[in-house]
Nanobody, 121 residues
């Protein structure tokens, strides 16, 4: 059974940076892809960024204008989301998951508990 544990969220000011972590367990990741999604209050969950576990060929949502990047530590089975120049519209619960399809990102239907990011103006 796959387990996903996100952490690293918090309250930040406009323009600050934050890095989220996601530890994945319960499955061999060598042939998997993983990604980040977010859900703001009253909105649908949306794609943020994705990365194959066996390469560094990552990509992120165009709407983020390059402010967010994804990386991984394979030895720790951990996926990271590096968020820069944060804006109030980035306020959301952030989730990681494994992907059925890498591009466009199609997630499996299992999720961690998420981690809250709040950007204060």
């Amino acid at each position: 059974q796959v387990q996903l544990v996100e952490s690293g969220g918090g309250l930040v000011q406009i323009g600050e940076s934050l890095t989220l972590s996601c530890v994945v367990s319960g499955r061999s990741l060598s042939t998997e892809s993983a990604g980040w999604f977010r859900q703001a209050p009253g909105k649908e969950r949306e794609f943020v960024a994705a990365m194959p576990w066996n390469s560094n060929n990552a990509y992120s949502a165009r709407s983020l204008e390059g402010r967010f990047t994804v990386s991984k530590d394979s030895a720790k089975n951990t996926l990271y989301l590096h968020m820069n120049n944060l804006k109030p519209e980035d306020t959301a619960v952030y989730y990681c998951t494994l992907l059925k399809v890498f591009r466009p990102a199609v997630p499996f239907d299992f999720w961690g508990q998420g981690t809250q990011v709040t950007v204060s103006s």
